[in-house]
């Protein structure tokens, strides 16, 4: 059986009625696929089910397109939501550099709600200064909207146009998301940015007033982790390779883990399935590291570039410039 949700269990009583379902159905095997919050409730369905002497196998496989699980190279999903971010923002920095006497400013606004790791893959089609995008703005760094504001005119005034990547996660320095007074909170007690005005829309008008760019937000939302047509080969074969982990791990006795992807050390890639024990994954957020994000806090490093492609698959094309030699 194989099913979706996104609730969050609260109650002790939801908790008894999945052990009556369990036992009812004569469950014995259980995969949850998700990310913290589904590590999380794994967790405790499998240390309830051991100090209830019921037995049943319980096992995490990762999957998030926020790549924000914390023990593991990387989460299935996250290769093919990059590489959608990563296309998109290449070509749609095309039509802004074509378009550039009709607008100034293109704004690509990137899910991850607490993490930066989607919105920094929008630089691996990058090649050159004049390639989309010019500026990245991550949920790890305090969003300062004067410097940004700053950041946008010296690259305006060089260019003639500016595409920013932006993640909907930024927050000022109170710790209060960007354009996000009007979202809603969810279930799970997060804010829904999507279903907000979002700090796209709301910086577009900030440019518009303090800067008068004329400035378009694209806000693909849901489309970034369910575009199939563009998934990276890379990352289905090893969503592949992890469901067969969690089985091979049933079969050898194995509970209470969440299956790994272990990238070796070698020149080339290459990545094995392993285990973590739940407990130190369930509810825990992993950020982009320090030596990934630039010094000036709005683009990613090179590093991050090297970490991130092999993930997506194919190489992002290389579009021509007619008269520029590429």
Known sequence: VLGSCRHQLTKDEEYERLLQLFADYNVRYFVYIGGNDSMDTCHKISRLTRERGYDMRAIGVPKTVDN????????????????????????????????????????????????????????????????????????????????????????????????????????????????????????????AISFGTGPGVYLCKLLGARLGLKARCNRPGTIQRSMTSVASSSDVEEAFMVGRKAMQFFAEGVSDVMVTLDRSGGTGYECTAGQVPLEKVANVEKFLPEHFINKEGNFVTQEFIDYCMPLIGDPIPDYARIGQGR
């Open 68 to 191: 924000d699980l914390p023990e593991t190279d990387h989460c299935p999903g996250y290769g093919s939501a990059a590489r959608f971010v990563a296309l998109s923002t290449a070509e749609s920095g095309r039509d802004l550099e074509a378009m550039k006497t009709f607008e100034d400013v293109a704004i690509f606004e990137i899910m991850g709600r607490h993490t930066g790791w989607l919105v920094g893959s929008s630089a691996l089609g990058k090649r050159c200064e004049a390639d989309a995008p010019h500026l990245i703005y991550m949920p790890e760094r305090i969003f300062d909207k004067e410097k940004f504001l700053q950041d946008v005119k010296a690259l305006h005034d060089k260019l003639g146009y500016v595409y920013v990547a932006l993640s909907e996660g930024v927050r000022d320095s109170d710790g209060e998301f960007i354009g996000a007074k009007d979202a809603r909170v969810d279930s799970f007690g997060h804010t």
